[in-house]
């Protein structure tokens, strides 16, 4: 097990904080709770039918028959209501798990929210956009991975943040900076540590050009304006970022020096398929996809998830909930 979850383990039980699961159906979703409550990383609310879901320690829910169903759907009526929409509409999304579940974190009855391994991005994300709302001060939403590299000389001792990895397929200047920011304050919350910053491209200091460079060139202008306390630099190409010896050739007194350890990547394409050869060719732990954006901790899973990979990012998520205060 990597460093890195060991700690979100230890930190997850010192302040055990309440998760809600609303995918009891998913058989990796009933072994990754088992192995939380044996664990002790954090109380579990499974959404489902308590029939047919077996978890001891674990509270199961059906949100169809649960006695909050009614207030819930008037409250989510209520937040919604300028956007038109009625208390019959509110009360048949009470029938929706995710729904349920983020209504749950709303008013308190939850700290936190797992889901994903058996639903898309959208389903997780939109609940908690229309319920949760962003961040105060955050202009977005993104999605990041932390990255755990065996035997590896490069990062924070082989971790690193990679973003947006999930959700911003082609952000521009401004919300790349936008997505390096909050990548900054995701490094901080998990690490304890402050984050070297690189904003990647396929040209370091303007050794091509075109729009694509461009963008990524204003972004770390705009990041420098808005941030200018972050240790950061760009564009770099992901080898002048990561060793200290190309960085000193491409990009001499370059603040990053060859030491990134958030990478942001200038689109979906890019961040996504950075991490799945990471993942997958240099055998790294990757915890994610987590969101960084809503005002509470909401985290997505891939639909390729492990049972260890939810347990993970269960725990990754008591923690978020605690630093929420």
Not at 220 to 230: G, I, N, V, W
Not at 252 to 278: Q, T
């Amino acid at each position: 097990m990597a460093d890195f979850l060991s700690r979100m383990k230890e930190m997850a039980k010192a302040d055990v904080k309440t998760i809600v699961l609303p995918e009891g159906e998913d058989p990796r979703t009933i072994e990754a709770a088992k192995a939380v409550v044996a664990e002790g990383t954090a109380n579990l609310v499974i959404l489902g039918d308590p029939a047919t879901i077996d978890v001891p320690g674990a509270t199961v829910i059906d949100p169809k028959v649960d006695p909050r169903h009614r207030p819930y759907a008037e409250k989510l009526q209520e937040l919604r209501a300028k956007k038109g929409m009625t208390l019959e509409q509110a009360d048949a999304l009470m029938d929706d798990n995710t729904y349920f579940g983020t209504m749950m974190v709303k008013m308190g009855d939850a700290d936190g929210l797992v889901s994903g391994a058996c639903h898309s991005t959208a389903n997780t994300l939109r609940p908690a956009l229309q319920i949760l709302k962003t961040k105060p001060g955050t202009k977005l939403v993104s999605g990041f991975m932390v990255m755990c590299v065996p035997d590896c000389e490069y990062g924070d001792h082989g971790t690193f943040i990679f973003s947006d990895i999930g959700l911003n397929e082609y952000p521009d200047a401004d919300q790349l900076s936008e997505i390096a920011i909050s990548s900054a304050e995701s490094w901080r919350a998990l690490m304890g540590s402050e984050p070297t910053i690189a904003m990647l491209s396929y040209s370091t200091k303007g050794s091509a050009k075109n729009d694509a460079v461009t963008k990524v060139a204003e972004a770390f202008r705009l990041l420098q304006e808005k941030a200018p306390e972050l240790h950061c630099d760009g564009e770099l190409q992901v080898d002048a970022a990561l060793d200290e010896t190309v960085c000193a050739l491409k990009a001499p007194g370059s603040k990053v020096g060859g030491h990134a350890d958030v990478l942001i990547f200038p689109n979906l394409d890019a961040g996504n398929i950075g991490y799945k050869l990471v993942q997958r060719l240099g055998k790294a732990e990757a915890y994610g996809p987590l969101l960084q954006g809503i005002a509470k901790p909401v985290n997505d899973l891939s639909r390729g998830c492990s049972a260890t990979d939810i347990e993970a990012v269960i725990a990754i998520t008591a923690v978020q909930a605690q630093l929420e205060g």
